[in-house]
């Protein structure tokens, strides 16, 4: 009797995972996609700068509430799973960015109830970024504490530690570097993937692996791209938040321009 033989090769796989293209681009390409964002944010000022003061609104407060309930010292770990969540936050933008894209003025109504956001696989990418986002706090919390066994009730405390003691700046560097790994990934997965998702008809499967694809094949520019966004939110963090009205808007509607760079219309 024969055996009919059902495996797969692997060039079989990657076909029927309908893989898009990955575009080659260039190291200045990060601040084009910042200057089209400013282009792009001109056309839409007042839904954008409402937009980035809802997000720099909710971010202070609970920065605050933790400063005033006397957890201060998880201030970082949520300063730190901004990074990680912010994708997901700026879902408003890219609408504004494709709103754009087909000579539209968008709505604050069309950035904040976006219709294609209401989708399983953004679900799932948004529950994946949420258990990173744990993971990364538990981590932090490990690390705090193993580097003492004082806890600290406010900021000039923790940074006082953390500045001036050998255990703090050894907390510090191993922090930063554990975090640096865990921002890392969850860059690599959702930097394409969170727009892509957005703007086409495709599964979460198929999204994350483009993303990573993309970084992987333009691994200096992403860099680039990571540490203008890295520079760009610690701006608008450190002035009391009130420049990140209008640092979220400029860097949602560059990721967008990434995207449509990245994955070019096929």
């Known amino acids: 009797m024969e055996t009919q033989d059902n495996s797969t ?43 980035g003061f809802i997000m720099a609104g909710i971010s202070a407060a609970l920065c605050y509430a933790l400063v005033f309930s006397g957890h201060s010292d998880w201030i970082m770990v949520l300063i730190g799973g901004f990074f990680l969540v912010a994708p997901m936050l700026a879902m408003g933008l890219y ?4 709103q754009i894209d087909t000579g539209n003025k968008p ?33 932090a919390q490990l690390v705090y504490a193993l580097s003492t ?28 570097i554990i975090g640096g790994i865990i921002a890392f990934i969850a860059f690599a997965l959702v930097v394409i993937s969170a727009p892509m998702l957005l703007d086409r008809k495709t599964d979460v499967f198929v999204a994350t692996i483009t993303s990573v694809r ?21 701006i608008g963090i450190s002035t009391a938040f009130f420049g990140l009205i209008i640092v979220f808007p400029l860097i949602g509607l560059a990721s967008w321009r990434a995207y449509k760079d990245l994955i070019p219309n096929q």
């Open 95 to 98: 609408e504004a960015g494709r």
């Open 149 to 176: 066994y004082r806890k600290h009730d406010d900021v000039m405390q923790f940074l006082n530690f953390m500045l001036t003691t050998s255990e703090g700046q050894q907390m510090a560097i191993t922090g930063t």
């Open 9 to 51: 090769s692997p060039s079989e796989t990657t076909t029927s995972l309908n893989l898009p293209e990955v575009a080659i681009i260039n190291a200045n390409a990060p601040f084009k996609w910042l200057a089209g964002a400013w282009s792009d944010f001109t056309k839409a000022s007042l839904p954008c700068l409402v937009y």
């Open 107 to 139: 709505s604050l109504s069309q950035m904040i109830f976006v219709k294609g956001a209401f989708r399983q696989d953004l679900l799932y990418l948004g529950l994946a970024l949420l258990l990173i986002y744990f993971f990364w706090g538990r981590m």
């Open 214 to 234: 993309s970084v992987a094949k333009n691994f200096i520019p992403m860099m680039i791209w990571a540490f203008l966004i890295i520079a760009l939110i610690a």
